[in-house]
């Protein structure tokens, strides 16, 4: 495979890739251009992904907009700003001429009581009023299993494309995703093909029925199957991050540009700290293939403006993410859409449940790469519940963290937001040679941001990033004992309490499924747990105490 090059933009300078020049221009969108010859053919997609159920607008921890916070008018983003959004920028498209897509790169799924509600088809309800040509499946999606997400296609006035995605036979979902989709715009084919991490079998419940091919492999069929029909401007939808997006773009022929999802890559070209909007790779054949992704939770709405030339190949492209404040209003129509889906579970949301003393930090890129405020809650939380039980050892996956919260009233809404997946605590005995294994397998994805990053109690030991993923980046463990801390025996039997996610070899903890002896699934929800911990605890304030040192 042709190896990639994966340049990203300098905020000081210019660069080129494939002979496309790229450079900031005016508001902070970066700019492209090639001298390759234009079909005088222009595109808008506005773009959104890992929207996890953010139906409501949002506070700066991705939880519930507090009504204080909307009275400062800092809130961002849900379903009613996103569609005012859409609307603005696909008018201001279409009065200069040039066709819109508007395009989703999956997980609607999961992440606040409306989908515990309604199980996915309270957010299709919401894309179908603000208008999308098309949606790739996220590993979320399957949550409930594949007839829950049947019910929730069935619900959609738009088409789910992933190319990589078979499902059997008399499968819920036989028939229900399409392996592309053409869509035309002045007279103009475009290729919609799109792609599914195939981490989904562990990450999520599809069930046996439903199977996902490997994503460079089905993609080269499919922009070929594309191409044979005679169409050459070919978007991805992709749920696989940003790192595999990259990849792809490396790997397959043909793509004109890839819209991303899954890694909750923050792009931007204005926010500091962010991935420049976009990332440019250079395809085997040559060709500027642009990259772009637009964080998570409703926060931002991608809009990349792209010029192909005869071939397919971009040959402009100008964008960036845009900020869904407060200067976008909530549209009506949208908010009396929402009213009543949210009364069954706004008196279950406003439950107060503790005091906190201090924010309790639950991002996504410190729980999944460090230590962590909310990991470490959560897995004190579960020692606590089993203390009767002689164990001593908490394991958690940082990716089950969804949310930070914020000093003051904790309710049951924000408990449930950062652990939305009712997941419950399980118990088991695994050899502290599974321990290590266990260890060692969590924090070899770092770099990409997964999410099986362990958040641990009980247990500390030191990580060191510098060593390359399984050649032993874990050192130095050790176990709280009766009497204090105590070297990691490999030999010996430690009892742990886990989720049934991890328990079942969830994230990819293939070594708890298949090494651990006397398993028992309490049936208690891990938000119950925390929620009873906050409480026991108040008012509550988290601690970071050197459980993985770097």
């Known amino acids: 495979m042709k190896s990639a090059k994966m340049r990203s933009l300098s905020r000081r300078g210019f660069l080129s890739v494939a002979g496309a020049s790229l450079a900031l221009a005016g508001a902070g969108k970066f700019s492209m251009r090639s001298a390759q010859a234009s079909s005088g053919f222009t595109l808008a997609v506005l773009h959104l992904n890992d929207m996890h159920s953010r139906i409501d607008a949002i506070s700066r ?31 201001a498209h279409e009065a200069e001429g040039r066709p819109v897509v508007t395009l989703d790169a999956g997980d609607q799924s999961q992440g606040t009581l409306f989908y515990t509600t309604y199980g996915g088809r309270a957010e299709v309800q919401m894309l179908n009023a603000i208008g999308i040509d098309a949606m790739t499946l996220g590993n979320h999606e399957f949550n409930r299993g594949p007839e829950s997400l049947a ?3 069935d619900t959609a006035d738009f088409p789910f494309v992933a190319s990589n995605i078979t499902a059997a036979s008399g499968s819920p979902l036989d028939g229900k995703i399409a392996p592309h989709l053409i869509v035309e715009r002045d007279g103009t084919e475009i290729g919609i093909l799109g792609v599914t991490t195939p981490d989904t079998v562990f990450l999520s419940s599809p069930g046996d029925d439903v199977s996902f091919a490997d994503e460079i492999e089905s993609l080269t069929a499919a922009v070929a199957d594309m191409q044979a029909r005679g169409v050459t401007k070919i978007l991805l939808l992709s749920h696989v991050g940003f790192v595999r997006d990259q990849q792809i773009a490396a790997a397959v022929d043909g793509i004109s540009a890839i819209i991303g999802g899954h890694s909750h890559t923050l792009m931007s070209n204005t926010e500091e700290g962010a991935v420049e909007y976009a990332t440019l790779v250079e395809s085997p054949s040559g060709r500027a293939v642009p990259i772009v992704q637009a ?11 792209l ?3 005869e ?21 009506d129509d949208i908010e009396a859409l929402i009213a009543p889906l949210r009364a069954p579970i706004e008196e279950l949301t406003r439950r107060p449940v503790a005091e906190l003393a201090a924010d309790i930090d639950g991002s996504r890129e410190t729980c999944r790469a460090q230590e962590c405020e909310m990991g470490n809650t959560v897995t004190d939380a579960m020692l606590a519940e089993v203390a009767a039980q002689d164990i001593r050892i908490a394991l958690g996956n940082g990716g089950g963290l969804r949310a930070s919260m914020g000093a003051g009233t904790a309710t049951l809404g924000d408990v449930l937001t950062v652990l939305p997946f009712q997941n419950t605590l399980y118990t088991l005995e695994v050899t502290g ?3 290590l294994a266990a260890l060692e397998h ?38 709280m004992g009766a009497d204090g801390w105590e070297p990691l025996d490999m030999e010996a039997t430690y009892p742990l309490v886990t989720n049934d996610f991890m328990a079942g070899g969830g994230d990819g903890y293939a070594m708890l499924r298949d090494e ?7 049936a208690i929800d891990l938000a119950e747990v925390l929620a009873r911990y906050l409480s026991d605890n108040e008012p509550f304030a988290p601690v970071l105490d050197g459980r993985i040192l770097q």
Not at 62 to 76: G, H, I, M
Not at 295 to 305: I, N, P
Request: charged content about 20%; overall charge negative.
């Open 61 to 91: 921890f991705n939880t519930n907009c507090s009504p204080s916070d909307a009275a400062e008018d800092s809130c961002f983003g849900g379903a009613a700003r996103l569609a005012t959004a859409i609307r603005q920028h696909r008018a």
């Open 151 to 153: 019910r929730m296609i």
């Open 295 to 305: 964080f998570a939770f409703s926060r931002y709405l991608g809009e990349l403006t």
């Open 307 to 309: 010029e192909f030339g």
């Open 311 to 331: 071939d397919g190949a971009v040959v402009a492209a100008t964008g960036d993410t845009l900020l869904l404040d407060a200067t976008y209003a909530e549209a």
């Open 433 to 435: 040679a599974t321990i």
């Open 442 to 479: 969590g924090v070899n994805g770092v770099e990409e941001g997964a999410g099986r990053f362990p958040q641990v109690a009980g247990l500390r030991f030191r990580l060191d990033l510098s060593v390359a993923p399984n050649a032993g980046r874990v050192s130095d463990v050790e176990v």
């Open 516 to 522: 651990g002896m006397n398993g028992y699934d309490t």
